[in-house]
């Protein structure tokens, strides 16, 4: 008979999925976080967005705001994403951490 999975078990499932893809995502968006910062400074440097509402942070968003970009890119950041058979290893490994060691139930 299949197992119905108990709702702390696919809570903690959901968790360490997120977690587990989580250094990616957080080197993504440090990547964009330095594009945006460097276009900000030069707005900021220049004195642009004196008498515009939003200040930088609103020019910098538009994409014709002709501030050089910042040459990198996010390539790197592939290294540390796991792929799905990765993924799916560390997910299991620390659900049968938690089974394990604290008891939690993964069938109802």
Do not use: W
């Not at 964009?32 to 008498?51: E, F, P, T, W």
Request: aromatic share 8%; charged share 25%; glycine share 8%.
């Amino acid at each position: 008979m299949a197992c119905e999975l108990s709702d702390e078990y696919s809570r903690l499932k959901k968790e360490i999925s997120t977690q587990a893809n989580n250094d990616y995502l957080e080197c993504k968006k440090a990547v964009y976080k330095a594009k945006v910062v460097y276009r900000y400074s030069q707005c900021i440097k220049k004195g642009d967005a004196l008498n515009i509402g939003g200040g930088c942070g609103h020019i910098v968003g538009n994409p014709i705001h002709g501030y050089k970009e910042l040459q990198i890119d996010d390539e790197f950041c592939v290294v540390i994403n796991p792929s799905s058979t990765e993924m799916e290893a560390r997910i299991t490994h620390y659900l049968n951490m938690y089974v394990e060691n604290d008891g939690t139930l993964k069938c109802k």
